[in-house]
């Protein structure tokens, strides 16, 4: 396994369009974390799947942000009409068990760029 | 509001000797507490952690302190070696927020300097 995948690696988008990101967990975990990271700024959190089930989502995620994780596998995080103020590192993460086990393991971020 | 807190954006420390990084939280309900670490162009990787049960975790060269009374923690590195310039992250979960998602400090810098 080679850890959490996220694509695209970056992205520059015009402003008022949609994108989407995709993040491959590790396969055995069945919880998975979007957060986003702004410059100067540590990660937020944005919303939490376990297995298939959205179980929480920051008031960060307005009603333009929809997460998805079909099956329990991969996840998708869809931004609509997007706004420059949705620039930002997008971190997925995964973990398999109780938090005590040692935290998150996270993916390398799909950097967005809205100009 | 920031309920972690790194006051300390950037620490230069000489090979060798010790990293101290520091953080601080507000809400007194965190019980679970985390170092990660980041390179350029890289997600955060888990460092360490600890509990609210113990007030000291070790592991190698890594050791992380809990005062729960002053609501602070810290990262002892010793000994610091150039491969430790990264910039460092504080997080904390628990409580009322529930223990799905962490909140994270601003990080601070750390430059080893061989």
């Known amino acids: 396994d080679t850890g959490v995948s996220q694509n695209p690696r970056h992205k520059i988008t015009k402003r008022g369009q949609n994108v989407t990101f995709r993040c491959d967990p590790i396969?055995?975990?069945?919880?998975l974390y979007w957060y986003r990271q702004t410059l100067g700024q540590g990660p937020e959190f944005l919303t939490y799947?376990?297995?298939?089930?959205?179980?929480?989502k920051s008031r960060l995620l307005s009603d333009r942000f929809s997460a998805e994780r079909p099956k329990g596998s991969f996840s998708t995080l869809e931004i609509q009409r997007t706004e420059q103020g949705d620039s930002a590192m997008y971190l997925c993460?995964?973990?398999?068990?109780?938090?005590?086990?040692?935290?998150?393991?996270f993916g390398s971020g799909t950097r967005l760029t809205v100009v | 509001d920031q309920q972690v807190k790194q006051n300390s954006p950037s620490l230069s420390v000489q090979e060798g000797r010790i990293s101290i990084l520091n953080c601080d939280y507000t809400?007194?309900?965190?019980?679970?507490f985390l170092w990660y670490k980041k390179y350029p162009a890289e997600g955060p990787t888990f460092l360490i952690s600890?509990?609210?049960?113990?007030d000291k975790n070790e592991d190698g060269r890594f050791t992380v302190f809990l005062n729960k009374s002053a609501k602070h923690l810290s990262l002892h590195i010793v000994p610091s070696q150039p491969g430790d310039s990264a910039v460092y992250f504080c997080?904390?979960?628990?409580?009322?927020?529930?223990?799905?998602?962490?909140?994270f400090g601003t990080g601070t810098r750390l430059t080893v300097i061989p």
């Open positions: 997080a904390a979960s628990g409580g009322l927020t529930g223990a799905n998602n962490l909140f």
């Open positions: 993460a995964s973990s398999g068990g109780r938090r005590g086990n040692g935290g998150y393991t």
């Open positions: 809400n007194s309900m965190f019980d679970y």
């Open positions: 600890i509990s609210s049960i113990k």
């Open positions: 799947f376990q297995n298939e089930a959205q179980l929480e």
């Open positions: 396969s055995e975990h069945n919880r």
